[in-house]
Nanobody
């Protein structure tokens, strides 16, 4: 059994910053791709950024230059540093990880709310 637990969301003013964390625990042999998605009310879930186990990153155009994804493999944790936040960044942010335990599985966290408002 594997759990992904996100933290770090909250209310921030436009132009502010937040750092999200997502820690994986449980039966883990190896973690591959780790990703952050967002889901705004009434909209489809969309990819924000991902990072593979070699450190290669990929970002949605809307967050390039503002968000930075990173990971600490020793802690089984992925981070999302969010700077210059805008009201349109408001959403639930969810972590996804591809985890091997015998075979590869895809796991989701429960999500953390980010609200950007003055």
């Amino acid at each position: 059994q594997v759990r992904l637990v996100e933290s770090g969301g909250g209310l921030v003013q436009p132009g502010g910053s937040l750092r999200l964390s997502c820690a994986a625990s449980g039966s883990i042999e190896r973690i591959g791709l780790m990703s952050w998605y967002l889901q705004a009310p009434g909209k489809q879930r969309e990819l924000v950024a991902n990072i593979n186990d070699g450190g290669t990153t990929n970002y949605a155009d809307s967050v390039k230059g503002r968000f930075t994804i990173s990971r600490d493999n020793a802690k089984n944790t992925v981070y999302l540093q969010m700077n210059s936040l805008k009201p349109e960044d408001t959403a639930v942010y969810l972590c996804n990880a591809q985890i091997r335990y015998g075979t590869w599985y895809s796991y989701w966290g429960q999500g953390t709310q980010v609200t950007v408002s003055s």
